[in-house]
């Protein structure tokens, strides 16, 4: 998909004023936060369970290399094919073959992140190829030409009302007078309508939650039930997974099982969290006939060593965004390619260069909520000021806010002159203020100024104040 | 192959990893000893408690859950299910032996048809391999006698599970999987099932019945 991620501000200015948005980004603050909150005091152990998953994603990380090959060994062992794919395009190659092997019309698809990443959609009806999504809200997106504007909640934001237009125009074939105006008339139409679609694919395409290196198997966590149903009834299944989604053992899965439902959706566990390991066995009554893994890299092996490896522990649970100010502001599609929200202001740099994405870990107020909720602990806002730097140290920040930024360097590297400075602008500024105390115009400020007064200082310096609060307490103490 | 060396070769290069044989040793031990971590003490519980967290976790969940003395109370359970809600009795299940030795015979109008489902049945009647208290989820594995499909395409699917094979933990329940098909080996498909099917898609409003079973049905066997 094109990277509109340089467009952010343009973007995120379309966002605050489209009222339809607005509306459905309420959902994410009610849906998602207290969910979570409530899980997480359910279970005693959690913050425990965190650090015993940070742990584990550290361990496996430190030792990549080791634990694929140990997978790779294991899914061959059980009958299945593991292909290696160093960028996007050579995964939708090696998925096109075997399509083009079995003569496939249709591909059932469950929801992936990654199948986004590599925009295989669109590759596969290039190729004349149709792909159906089935997750219900990856499904709605698809009818509106749409991307996900959240990594599990793809359809986050629209509401009922557009979805059922969309309804309307695609399902030509269902009465028009039909009642579609609750979620569980749409649920319902949508549920009948993919059914069939299920029965008629020729492949199944699933991501991957976790890869394990002691069985050769992968574990997809949904809630709907049809990422089980697109790899157990078409014939072919193709996981498709980054390199970082490998774990050890079942062991260390279940321990991050634990946190990742929880911090999802709130749930003590997902409905389905499903291991398949291998194609069907000889007396499977059911099941598929051959197991694919393509293991992509697409940029994860050079995050390792950097300051950056700490974001190969996300597992993909969206809580950093569900408790994004910016979110909840601009939504997903604002951040302009896959990844959206926090992490995404993190791995998008990453994976399309700072260079286009160098606004989002600029869009950040570093409140540091989404660390404080990140099951994984990675420390996002720690990685949003690496960017940062990038950012700057290779030139890439506008002219002005560079001599802005020289102007400023140069007065705090001379903390006296810095505090005479202040210490005569703020009487000033207070005057200027009138008796409101605050500037609706002020030079330099236009940004600010533009949506908000800018409330005039009032009183001393915070190094004055600093002073006064240090002679106090040292009074005290005497 | 050349692919498979580049990625290996930088991930090895990233990690500046050597060939040093702690890295392998370790990495082996902790495949072979599964090391457990922090198991939660809330389903840590004597047989009873056990049970009964296992059923009050499941209807959590959403699911129905039925408790029955023991395996030949079974199918009159499953006529009972079936006449409360008004449905066809009929119901398809996989050859499991437990389910099999059951008196189905016992209940004349209900109709039992085996093996995997086309999509038509309305029922289905699984045996679960085990079940894990602390989330009340049903563990259950693919082969000859437990079609997955059963799991996923009839509108109700009821479950059938021994009490004492509940679990207190999801790693007690795991290590079951792995005492029975043996180390590092697994089950074509190993589902672990925690209510009936859901989504919270469109305006995040929960909603039962996406695209598995509408209804969950539990019958705990004994305890």
Known sequence: ?478 | MNTREAILGKVRNALGAGDDPGRLEAVWARLMNAPTGVIPARGQLDTTSRVALFCSMAQQAAATVDRVADETAVPAAVSAYLRARNLAPRVRMGGDKRLKSMPWVDERNLQVRYGSTDGEDEVSVSHAATAIAESGTLLLVSGKENPTTLNFLPDHHIVVVDASDVAGDLETALQKVRQRYGKGEMPRTVNLITGPSRSGDIEQTLLLGAHGPRALHIIVVGG
Not at chain 1, 18 to 26: I, N, P
Not at chain 1, 36 to 61: G, Q
Request: glycine share 8%; charged share 25%.
């Open chain 1, 1 to 478: 998909m094109l990277v509109t991620s340089p467009a952010f501000k343009e973007n995120a200015h379309e966002a605050l004023s489209d009222e339809q948005l607005r509306k459905a980004l309420g959902n994410v603050r009610a849906g998602f936060i207290d969910k979570r909150a409530k899980a997480a005091e359910a279970l005693p152990e959690f913050e425990a369970l965190r650090e015993s998953a940070r742990a584990i994603k550290d361990h496996t990380l430190a030792n990549l290399d080791l634990y694929l090959t140990a997978y790779e060994e294991k899914v061959v062992a059980a009958g299945g094919k593991v292909h290696w794919a160093e960028t996007a395009a050579e995964a939708r190659g090696i998925i096109l073959d075997i399509c083009r092997m079995h003569d496939a019309k249709t591909v059932a698809k469950g929801k992936s992140m990654i199948t986004e990443e590599i925009e295989l959609n669109d590759f596969l009806e290039a190729s004349g190829i149709h792909p159906v999504e089935t997750d219900l809200g990856e499904y709605i997106i698809q009818l509106r030409g749409e991307h996900p504007s959240h990594i599990i909640a793809p359809a986050v934001h629209l509401n009922k009302e557009q979805v059922e237009e969309d309804f309307r125009r695609v399902h030509t074939d269902l009465p028009p007078d039909r009642d579609l105006s609750e979620p569980a008339s749409l649920l319902g139409e949508a549920r009948r309508v993919l059914r069939r679609k299920y029965f008629e694919a020729d492949i199944g395409i699933t991501g991957a939650n976790f890869l394990v290196a002691e069985t050769g198997s992968s574990i997809i966590v949904t809630n709907e039930g049809n990422g089980d149903l697109s790899q157990i009834l078409p014939r072919v299944h193709i996981v498709v997974a980054s390199i970082e989604k490998v774990v050890p053992t079942l062991e260390d899965a279940a321990q991050i099982l634990r946190v990742l439902a929880r911090s999802a959706t709130g749930q003590e566990m997902s409905v389905y969290t499903t291991i398949s390991t291998g194609p069907r066995r000889a007396n499977d009554p059911d099941g598929p006939d051959e197991y694919h893994v393509i293991l992509l890299d697409n940029g994860r092996s050079a995050m390792l060593g950097t300051e950056f490896q700490d974001m190969l522990r996300c597992i993909r649970c969206g809580a950093c965004m569900n408790h994004c100010p910016v979110y909840h502001a601009v939504g997903g599609h604002a951040y302009g390619w896959v990844y959206p929200g926090p992490m995404g202001a993190v791995l998008t740099p990453a994976l399309v260069g700072i260079d286009k994405a160098g606004h989002l870990p600029n869009a950040s107020t570093f409140c540091g909520r989404c660390e404080a909720v990140c099951p994984m602990k990675i420390p996002l806002p720690g990685m949003m000021r690496h960017w940062r730097e990038h950012e700057w140290e290779r030139g890439l920040n506008p002219a002005v806010v560079r001599s802005g930024v020289r102007f400023w360097a140069w007065f705090a590297r001379r903390p006296p002159l810095y505090r005479l400075a202040t210490y005569l602008t703020m009487p000033l500024l207070a005057a200027f203020g009138g008796r409101k105390r605050r500037f609706r115009f002020l030079p330099f400020a236009g940004g600010w100024t533009k949506y908000r007064d800018l409330p005039a200082p009032q009183g001393r310096t915070f190094m004055q104040q600093w002073r006064d609060r240090d002679a106090l307490k040292q009074g005290g103490a005497a």
